[in-house]
């Protein structure tokens, strides 16, 4: 039987990559995500360059191996910040493209970044609205990596890239891969924001999930956006600090990590679950 959803999981060059051990090991604790789906009519594909040493597969996933050169564009630090976004909407969307062409045959997509979770009912969500064009993740929570904290974010499909759950036909996928153009890429596949406009103005847009259907994992030593913990980007900053609403406001967003959430989440009580600090 066809998947109702299939994970695509973009996995960066390694030469991208400062600490593949870390990436690994991130990974590791996504796939358990995926994998604790409670309904059993997915599949995943994960996208990752020739030579990328990646964790052992649970049965549901595939590798796309590719040829992709590493972004020499990757650094976000960089200069020309738009030059280098362009550039990693194209790698990520190249990557995407591959995953989606390999299992073109599934209801909806839903691309899942390599260090994110997700909650183990979206897949049993799906098919019980089987007819809707897809979905926003418009709350979801961020982690901060090892912590015992939470937050809960409101705008969270505007946040993280593991945020977005579409119907297949709407990508209107080329029949092959060369026939995709770099604008197509980039704007389609390589950016979570740009693709819900573009459905939106297409009069196919997408609802808002009524959960929050995954957690955006910060503050760890392989993010590329750099991101700090919990604390630095939600209370202990200089922006935040002066607006006392704000602030206040940032406190009530605030959760704990408990067994509920980790059976959700990161994939049940198996040593592939992340670490919480005690």
């Known amino acids: 039987m066809s998947p109702l959803l299939t994970f695509i999981i973009p996995v960066r060059h390694q030469s991208n990559c400062q600490n593949w051990s870390a990436l690994k090991e991130n990974l590791t604790q996504t796939i358990a995500s995926i994998a604790a789906q409670t309904n059993p009519l997915w599949s995943a594909v994960i996208v990752a360059n020739e ?27 960089g200069d020309d ?3 280098i976004y362009d ?21 909806f997509y839903m691309v899942v970044d390599d260090d994110d ?6 897949v049993d969500y799906i098919s019980r609205n089987i007819n809707s064009n897809g979905w926003k993740i418009d709350e979801g ?15 969270f499909s505007n946040f993280c ?6 119907r297949s036909d709407l990508y209107k996928l080329p029949d092959a891969f060369e026939f995709a153009s770099n604008d197509y890429i980039k704007s389609m596949l390589g950016s979570h924001v740009k693709i819900a ?5 297409e009069s196919t847009p997408l609802s808002a999930l009524p959960f929050r259907g995954a957690v955006y994992r ?40 408990n067994k509920r959430f980790i059976k959700e989440y990161f994939g049940g009580f198996n040593k592939k679950h992340p670490k919480v600090a005690q």
């Open 141 to 155: 929570y961020v982690w901060g990596h090892g912590s015992k904290m939470l937050y809960v974010h409101h705008d």
């Open 87 to 107: 550039s990693l909407r194209l790698d990520k969307g190249r990557r995407v493209l591959k995953g989606m062409l390999h299992v073109r045959d599934t209801k």
């Open 197 to 201: 406009k573009i459905l939106a103005n």
């Open 218 to 257: 910060i503050g760890h030593m392989g993010a590329h956006s750099k991101s700090p913990g919990i604390i630095k980007s939600f209370f202990l900053n200089k922006f935040i600090l002066r607006r006392p609403p704000l602030l206040l406001r940032n406190l009530f967003n605030l959760r704990m990590v």
């Open 161 to 166: 890239g593991t945020s977005l759950i579409i």
């Open 81 to 83: 910040r738009e030059a």
């Open 51 to 77: 030579g990328a040493a990646l964790p052992t597969l649970p049965h549901g996933f595939e590798v796309v191996r590719v040829k992709f050169p590493p972004n020499s564009m990757y650094d976000i630090n």
């Open 117 to 122: 979770f997700v909650s183990h009912s979206i």
